[in-house]
């Protein structure tokens, strides 16, 4: 257990509908991560939150919001959802100490969009 | 991000160690070099990581060579529950994300 919770772990939904993602970060951890995993391709990041604030952008899509509230925990928006949308979700913490920031994952959120 | 390069896939025989190799030539001065797995569809795990020197866990050692430009990864003694897709990182301490490459899928064969 890394200490990351995600939810729900299953959600499927129509095209075109909206969802949001949940992730508890570990107790402490200020820095949120977001990726994508969809069928047989490799985890791409999305976005990463520290203490609130955006801190990096990867390959997250206009049609995707994220946002990390004060009590750390981070949603993920995701609307007008198409097929290609179905994936794997998957949150991740880490201390965001001076130095070695290891990242740690939960277990991820499948998103089936049909 | 610096980039590595790791074998496609690999096998090993059950309780025999299970050394998976990573390229990581254009490594910066500052940068660590981490491993993480992923078991079918679960979560990456995070495993070990290291800078210059050789690290052992619980899990596993990491041998990272006197240039820096590659290291292996061993699994002392590996099971069935072994059995994933191991991934060679490479970070600067101070940059926070963390860019997954293809990584190498390891078969631990009964």
């Known amino acids: 257990d890394s200490g990351v919770t995600q939810t729900p772990k299953h959600l499927i939904t129509a095209t075109g509908q909206r969802v949001t993602l949940r992730c508890s970060p570990r107790?402490?951890?200020?820095?949120v991560y977001w990726y994508q995993q969809s069928l047989d391709q490799g985890l791409q990041f999305l976005i990463q939150?520290?203490?609130?604030?955006?801190?990096a952008k990867g390959n997250i899509l206009e049609r995707f919001s994220a946002q990390q509230f004060p009590d750390l925990h981070s949603e993920l928006n995701l609307s007008s959802l198409e097929l290609g949308d179905s994936a794997l979700y998957f949150c991740?913490?880490?201390?965001?100490?001076?130095?070695?920031?290891?990242?740690?994952f939960g277990e991820g959120s499948w998103l089936t969009v049909v | 991000d610096a980039k590595t390069t790791q074998p496609t896939s690999m096998d090993c025989a059950e309780g025999r160690a299970a050394n998976l190799p990573c390229n990581h030539s254009t490594i910066s001065g500052n940068e660590y070099v981490y491993w993480y797995r992923q078991i079918h569809s679960q979560g990456p795990q995070y495993i070990i990581h290291g800078l210059k020197n050789n690290e052992t866990n619980e899990m596993a050692s990491l041998i990272i060579t006197e240039d820096r430009k590659s290291s292996t990864l061993i699994l002392p003694h590996a099971t069935l529950r072994d059995t994933a897709v191991y991934y060679c990182i490479v970070r600067p301490s101070l940059d926070d994300k963390i860019i997954f490459g293809k990584g190498t899928r390891l078969h631990i064969l009964p």
């Open positions: 939150y520290y203490n609130g604030e955006e801190r």
């Open positions: 991740a913490s880490s201390a965001h100490t001076t130095g070695v920031n290891t990242i740690y």
């Open positions: 107790s402490g951890d200020l820095s």
